[in-house]
């Protein structure tokens, strides 16, 4: 069993549409977790960073943590053909730093005009 | 824009031969990462430097080595290219070892 698992997709939704993305763990000492947004042949760019069990929320996304459960989650809200890229979850023990990331695989999202 | 960038934007290289990747880090961001991704897969942590002292590495074999310079600018070496070096590698900069920023990375393709 992988330390992070992401369902790779693709996810296809109409333009429009509330986009739920997730990610499951089976580390406990992931405490710190970020979702980033990858177009094709990009570094990967950081959408959204939390450290705590709850939800966070900036412009259309909203990040949600559930550490009991190992589980998190991103949703996107009013979707536009823009948003069609790779959603990257991503994760790190508490103190991060020597450890590095630990990313899940990926979800093609493509959000159909 | 992260005001991470890296050189060069791709390069072809032998098997056997040995590659030298470069990156630019934010400035004041001490900490700098490198990822190596796979086609369709996640990045992949090589290892971390913070203040010019790699303090963190990942499942992957010495022949991969870095450096890391005051002028916040870092190196990644590979030795001994395999084809299964063949990816895009990625750096990250962080004002503190947890919330990192990527460049746009270099793409290597070994033959």
Known sequence: QKEVEQ???PLSVPEGAIVSLNCTYSNSAFQYFMWYRQYSRKGPELLMYTYSSGNKEDGRFTAQVDKSSKY???F?????PSDSATYLCAMVPSGGGADGLTFGKG??????P | ETGVTQSPTHL???RGQQVTLRCSSQSGHNTVSWYQQALGQGPQFIFQYY??????RG??????????FPN??????VNALELDDSALYLCASSPDRDEQYFGPGTRLTVT
């Open chain 1, 76 to 80: 996107i809200r009013d979707s536009q």
């Open chain 1, 107 to 112: 979800t093609h999202l493509i959000i159909q």
């Open chain 2, 51 to 56: 203040r010019e002292e790699e303090n963190g």
């Open chain 2, 59 to 68: 499942n992957f074999p010495p022949r991969f080595s870095g450096l890391q």
């Open chain 1, 7 to 9: 369902d790779p997709g």
């Open chain 2, 12 to 14: 072809i290289k032998t």
């Open chain 2, 72 to 77: 916040y600018s870092s190196e990644l070496n």
């Open chain 1, 72 to 74: 998190i989650s991103l």
